[in-house]
């Protein structure tokens, strides 16, 4: 089974959302790029700032675990 990569971060960023620390989360962006070999997250707050997440060949929950790594 493929997993949606963009709908686990979909729903995935509503939960963030919900919490006093990342009630500032604007978006979590799945982005595949098969020419470059990359696999990457953006995640984007309401003030501007853009975390870059390396994702290449993790799993959807692999995926979240960086994410949140990555933000925290």
Known sequence: MEENKQYI???FCKALQETRQFDDLEALEYWKDSELD???VQAQFI???V???NVKCDSGIAMMQDILKQIL
């Open 38 to 40: 990359l696999e990457i």
């Open 9 to 11: 971060c979909n729903l």
């Open 47 to 49: 003030k501007g700032a």
């Open 51 to 53: 975390i870059t997440i």
